[in-house]
């Protein structure tokens, strides 16, 4: 049994910023911001990937560290983007609200105890080999924007991905070997974050994100993990799969943009 709270959204969010920071290792361009108690990345001014995680957690988020997080965007042509937990400093949010914040986007986080766990089969899923890079990231792509053709700023985000020295990136194929869909996990603090699930189009309702899911669990079990993580649209097919196989909802983020 996982109970909800401050102590396990600041360990799912350190992972969570554990990731960002991943990303941008090593990416041409990349900025990274340690701030608030969070992490502030920059991938590109219209990346996915440019984004602020974890903030006030720790403690409340001063004026002047707002200030210096809006300056780290904008000086790069960036909107200003939060991906705020409803656990951080209520002031926090306060302050934000006075500064015209408006939310873009709702995801719900899903967890689920490791301790004891049993995973299911997935034959059809492998971890991803280190010269595999570019079928990986074209398969996330290719189920993430729903088209085979990407572009190139489309190929880096599944690029930064699987270039993180921490990443363990997973590929579903057919019996024909064809790629079917795509995966990664992170662990941090015992926390395994899943993350980046991508089913192609004609693959889907064939157990495809099942097996991905499972192959994952029984990884983050190998390594030890006590609790793992994922993040979904609410309502979403995903979001099924993942309370099929045990997951609750643990709470509610929101995307701020200002």
């Known amino acids: ?33 340690e701030i608030a108690g969070g992490t502030v990345v920059f991938q590109g001014a219209d990346s996915p990937l440019s984004q602020a995680v974890g903030l006030g957690l720790n403690g409340v988020v001063r004026e002047d560290e707002l200030n210096a997080i809006e300056a780290f965007f904008r000086s790069r042509g960036a909107p200003v983007t939060i991906d705020l937990c409803p656990l951080a400093d209520a002031a926090f949010v306060e302050c934000m609200g006075r500064r015209g914040y408006r939310i873009t986007e709702f ?31 074209q398969t996330a792509g290719h189920g993430f924007f729903e088209q085979p053709d990407l572009t190139d700023q489309e190929m880096e985000v599944g690029r930064a991905i699987f270039s993180m020295p921490s990443a363990l990136c997973f590929l579903a194929e057919s019996d024909a070997g064809a790629s079917a869909g795509a995966a990664a996990m992170m662990v941090c603090g015992g926390v395994a974050v899943l993350f980046a699930d991508s089913t192609i189009a004609e693959f889907r309702k ?9 192959a994952r669990l029984k990884q983050a079990v190998a390594l030890g993990c006590d609790v793992a993580a994922a993040t979904t649209a609410p309502g979403s097919g995903s979001q099924r799969n993942y309370e099929r196989v045990g997951f609750q909802v643990a709470y509610t983020k929101a995307t701020l943009v200002g």
């Open 1 to 33: 049994m996982i109970f909800a709270g401050t102590a396990l959204a600041r360990r799912i969010e350190a992972a969570e910023a554990a990731i960002a920071r991943g990303c941008a290792d090593g990416q041409p361009g990349a900025a990274v911001l």
């Open 107 to 137: 995801n719900n986080v899903l967890v689920k105890p490791l301790v004891g766990v049993e995973t299911g089969a997935s034959p059809r899923v492998r971890q991803a080999l280190a010269d595999e890079r570019e079928r990986w990231a």
């Open 206 to 214: 064939r157990g495809v994100h099942r097996e991905l899911i499972a």
